[in-house]
């Protein structure tokens, strides 16, 4: 594990901020051409992942009239919270706040001011940097578009998802990876476990209660009018997602490469699962069963990827499929609740897991089992358990607090949903005017 000028926390959570803040400290840092040509690959794998990945993988989920509603509201996502990473969301999550570093960054970089070709962050060019953590931002609320899907206004949308990348992910990231709290207390969260998938697993949870069910549901069948498109979308992503997890090693290296090996070991344990699950249930496996458990063995991976080894990485995913599986019947069937698209029971309760569990793999002492910490020389399993615990914590009930407050804070101004006479003639027509089809 390359470590950062803290000595417990990977270069992943504090990539040479004080080369960029101190101009003397930077003249030591070298550009290594290896590891800026593997970034430059997985900062174009994680874009992937959302487009067109995501999107195909929503879009097919959804009904006919409603596709290019979830194809638009991804590819609007992507544009507006680029701009906003440029304008304050990098520098905010990874720059020294001063006093209040522990919660926020600072403006330093804010426009990406004093950025040049020859900027330096640790041995890639800060531009890469910027940008590979761009893509990261822009995924996440992409995910928690699956929770609205079919019922939620464009407008409102958007004006929900730029604040809540300011409010929510913005600091979340800041205490993980940009040196804030949970990164000084030792957190392990290789590429995205409370980051990415707590956040927008908890978001989709609260937007789905805020915005009540679809018209009609659950007594009208509301199947997916293309699993083509889905099943070609989740191939899009179990690709995509070896530049998500390999990625954030900022290297060309054997962390990448474990990374990547354990991804791909968790993403087919979980998909078999999955599909397991599923016979035994209901005495047939499906095309959407196996590209959900590979969805949910990814997540739940994504944590944990820097830190274990393949056997572990096996025990997450088979993990993965069973509890996420059983939670999507929770949420739906007990719960009442509709969440579209399975968002919270696949990312939110996989990224709680996959959180947990690295905690406990990470250990050197699980025989085939074992991973490669623990990073902080005074924890053992149960303190840093402990730590990774806290930190699902946190995240959850932050996530939720904000995220209800802005969903409240748009309602003010725009109506959050269509109306039902929009709603049953589906949205690409009524907010677009557009057909998704024209056979």
């Known amino acids: ?45 994680v874009l992937f992942m959302t487009l067109p990945g995501l999107s195909l993988f929503y879009g097919g989920l959804v009904r006919g009239r409603n596709v290019l509603s979830v194809l638009m509201q991804c ?27 522990a919660w926020i960054g600072g403006l330093d970089l804010a426009f990406f001011a004093g950025m040049t070709r ?74 995205g476990g409370t980051v990415v998938h707590i956040t927008a697993g ?52 054997g962390n990448a490469a474990m990374a990547m090996l354990v991804t791909h070991i968790s993403a087919a344990a979980g998909s078999l699962a999955w599909v397991t699950m599923e016979y035994l249930k209901f005495g047939k496996p499906s095309a959407l069963g196996i590209a959900t458990g590979m969805v949910a063995g990814l997540g739940t991976i994504t944590p ?16 993965a499929g069973v509890l996420c599986f059983y939670m999507v019947l929770v949420v739906k069937q007990k719960w009442r609740i509709d969440d579209s698209l399975d968002v919270f029971p696949v990312h939110g309760v996989g990224g709680i897991l996959g959180t947990l569990l690295a905690g406990v793999f990470a250990s050197t002492e699980l025989g085939v089992f ?7 020389p005074d924890y053992g399993m149960l303190q840093q358990v402990g730590v990774q615990a806290l930190g699902v914590v946190v995240t959850f009930v932050y996530t939720a607090v904000v995220t209800w407050g802005v969903l409240k804070l748009v309602g003010l101004f725009s109506p959050l949903r269509v109306t039902p006479d929009e709603e049953a ?12 089809y024209d056979l």
């Open 304 to 319: 944990a990827s820097g830190f274990v080894g393949p056997g572990a990485a096996l025990v997450i995913g088979l993990c």
């Open 370 to 376: 074992s991973g490669f910490g623990f990073a902080k």
């Open 118 to 191: 020859d900027s330096l962050s640790g041995s890639l060019p800060l531009s890469l940097h910027a940008l590979f953590q761009m893509t990261f931002a822009i995924i996440t609320p992409a995910l928690i578009v699956g929770a609205f899907a079919e019922r939620m206004r464009f407008g409102a949308m958007m004006a929900f998802s730029g604040l809540w990348v300011l409010l929510v992910y913005v600091p979340v990231c800041h205490w993980v990876w940009g040196g804030g709290w949970l990164a000084e207390l030792g957190l392990y969260d290789f590429a």
């Open 425 to 436: 003639q589906g949205l690409d027509l009524a907010l677009h005017e557009e057909r998704g």
């Open 202 to 253: 908890v978001a989709a949870l609260v937007a789905a209660l805020v915005l009540g069910q679809r018209k009609g549901w659950p007594g009208q069948a509301m199947t997916p009018h293309n699993m083509t498109m889905t099943v070609t979308g989740a191939g899009m992503l179990w690709v995509g997602w070896f530049g998500f997890n390999g990625g954030s090693a900022l290297a060309a290296d």
């Open 1 to 45: 594990m390359r470590m950062s000028f803290f000595p417990f926390v990977s270069s992943r959570y504090l990539p040479g901020l004080v080369a960029l803040l101190l101009p003397g400290v930077a003249a030591a840092d070298t550009l290594n051409q290896a590891d800026t040509a593997w970034i430059l690959t997985a900062t174009a794998l």
């Open 75 to 101: 590819f609007a996502i992507a544009c507006l919270v680029s701009l906003i990473w440029l304008v304050a969301g990098y520098s905010l999550a990874f720059t020294d706040g001063g006093a209040a570093n």
